[in-house]
C-alpha cells in the first residue's frame, strides 16, 4: 500500500526534477548568472496563475511567528530563506531563533540558506568571503534545524563571474523571484497590497513572490492579501476563469537519490525506480505543475 501510495509522488519527482530551478533576478550587473536563469517552462502559460510564497532575511522572534499563524490557516507551504546572524551563538535570542527554525520545518516550511551576514557578494571582496558566507549558514541551519538547506537565494539577487564560480563549486543553484513588492522600501501595507494585486490580477503562469518577514508592513499585508485573493478567486470561478494556486517548494528541490527497481516474486518489475525524498514528511506537499515566472524581477537591497 505503501508503495502504491509513494509512486505518484515519485513519478512527478522524476517530472519535476527536470525543471529549472529559481528565477532571474535581473540586475544591473549584466546577464543572468547561468544557475540561476530559467524560463517559464513549454505550457506555464496554460497551467494557470501560481504562487509560490518566500520570506528573506529572518527569522525574527517578534514577527516569524505572526506570518507561520497566517500561512497555517490557509494550509500555504512558504519558503524562509534565513540569515545565520540572527540564530547564531548561544544568547537567549539566538535558542529562541534556533527554536522558531524548527517550528518553521514541523509546519511543513522550508528554510533556505540567505548567508550568514546577508553581504553583497560580487564586491571586492567577495571571491573571499562568498564560499564561508553560504558554507557558514549552511552548517548552522543543519546545526539547528538538523536539515541541511536544500535552497539557496543570494543577497541583493547579487550575481557575477566569482559568485557563479563558487555556487557551481558547492553544486548549488540560486533561486530567484518573479514578483518583488519591495516591500523593504515601501514599509506600508497598502502599497505592498496594491502592488500585489496588480502584478496577481495580470499573472497568466508560475511565480515565486518575494516578501521579507522582517517588515511589520508586510506582515500586516499578509492576511489582507490572502483575503484579496480568496475575493478573487471567488470572482473568477464564478466568471469560468482560471484562479490564482498557491504552490509549494516541491518543484524547487534537488533531485532525490533513486531507490533501485522493486521486482515482485516471479521477477516482474513493479516500480522501475523510486527517488526517494530527503523530506518524506514534506513530499505530499509538493511535486506539481511545470514552468515559472513572469520575468520581471528587480533587486532588493534586502
Ligand atoms: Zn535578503
Given at each position: 500500500m505503501l508503495l502504491i501510495a509513494l509512486l505518484p509522488l515519485a513519478l512527478a519527482a522524476r517530472a519535476s526534477a527536470t525543471e529549472p530551478v529559481g528565477t532571474v533576478p535581473r540586475s544591473?550587473?549584466?546577464?543572468?548568472a547561468p544557475e540561476q536563469a530559467s524560463a517559464a517552462g513549454e505550457g506555464a502559460a496554460a497551467a494557470g496563475p501560481e504562487i509560490l510564497l518566500t520570506f528573506d532575511d529572518g527569522p525574527r522572534l517578534d514577527l516569524t511567528p505572526r506570518v507561520l499563524e497566517v500561512l497555517d490557516r490557509r494550509g500555504i507551504k512558504a519558503v524562509f530563506f534565513v540569515n545565520g546572524w540572527r540564530f547564531q551563538g548561544h544568547s537567549p535570542e539566538a535558542n529562541k531563533a534556533r527554536a522558531l527554525l524548527q517550528d518553521i520545518m514541523r509546519r511543513g516550511h522550508l528554510v533556505g540558506n540567505h548567508t550568514v551576514h546577508h553581504l553583497f557578494l560580487c564586491g571586492q571582496r567577495g571571491p573571499r568571503i562568498a564560499e564561508r558566507e553560504i558554507e557558514d549558514n549552511a552548517v548552522l541551519i543543519e546545526e539547528a534545524t538538523g536539515m541541511r538547506p536544500l535552497l539557496y537565494r543570494t543577497p541583493y539577487g547579487a550575481h557575477c563571474p566569482s559568485l557563479s564560480a563558487t555556487l557551481r563549486k558547492l553544486g548549488i543553484r540560486s533561486t530567484g523571484w518573479d514578483i518583488d513588492p519591495q516591500d523593504w522600501r515601501l514599509r506600508d501595507p497598502d502599497k505592498i497590497l496594491a502592488y500585489m494585486q496588480q502584478r496577481l490580477r495580470v499573472l497568466r503562469r508560475r511565480a515565486i513572490v518575494l516578501f521579507h518577514d522582517v517588515q511589520p508592513a508586510t506582515v500586516a499585508a499578509l492576511p489582507r492579501l490572502l483575503d484579496w485573493i480568496d475575493e478573487e478567486n471567488a470572482a473568477r470561478r464564478a466568471a469560468g476563469r482560471p484562479e490564482i494556486r498557491y504552490i509549494d517548494y516541491g518543484y524547487l528541490l534537488p533531485e532525490y537519490p533513486i531507490v533501485p527497481p522493486i521486482v515482485d516474486g516471479l521477477g516482474r518489475i513493479l516500480v522501475d525506480a523510486v527517488r526517494r525524498s530527503p523530506l518524506p514528511s514534506l513530499l505530499p506537499f509538493s511535486l506539481r505543475g511545470h514552468g515559472r515566472g513572469d520575468g520581471s524581477a528587480t533587486i532588493s537591497p534586502m
Open positions: 544591473a550587473a549584466g546577464p543572468p
